[in-house]
């Protein structure tokens, strides 16, 4: 069974950076999209970016020119590295796998003003 897990995330002082990694473990198939959600207190989670396994990247518009979505060597292995931050990013950033709807734990990451 495939799963999810994720690094990366911590507290950082606005306009700092940080990278979110996601490997999945197990075997999957060659063709998928993965993606980083995030979802504040009382928030829905929210699209942030995904990547297809052929290099292919959406954004949401709140992600545009700050963060980047990018896929390891492996195919099995996503990358979220978010710059300029805002408190306004303050979430649970989650990893997610398509076709299969997996979802990682999440990660916590807090941005102080």
């Known amino acids: 069974q495939v799963q999810l897990v994720e690094s990366g995330g911590g507290l950082v002082q606005a306009g700092g950076s940080l990278r979110l990694s996601c490997a999945a473990s197990?075997?999957?198939?060659?063709?998928?999209?993965m993606g980083w959600y995030r979802q504040a207190p009382g928030q829905q989670r929210e699209l942030v970016a995904s990547?297809?396994?052929?290099?292919?990247?959406n954004y949401a518009d709140s992600a545009k020119g700050r963060f980047t979505i990018s896929r390891g060597n492996a195919k099995n292995t996503v990358y979220l590295q978010m710059n300029s931050l805002k408190p306004e990013d303050t979430a649970v950033y989650y990893c997610?796998?398509?076709?299969?709807?997996?979802w990682g734990q999440g990660t916590q990451v807090t941005v102080s003003s």
């Open positions: 197990g075997t999957i198939f060659r063709l998928n999209v």
């Open positions: 990547i297809t396994s052929g290099g292919s990247a």
């Open positions: 997610h796998l398509n076709p299969w709807d997996i």
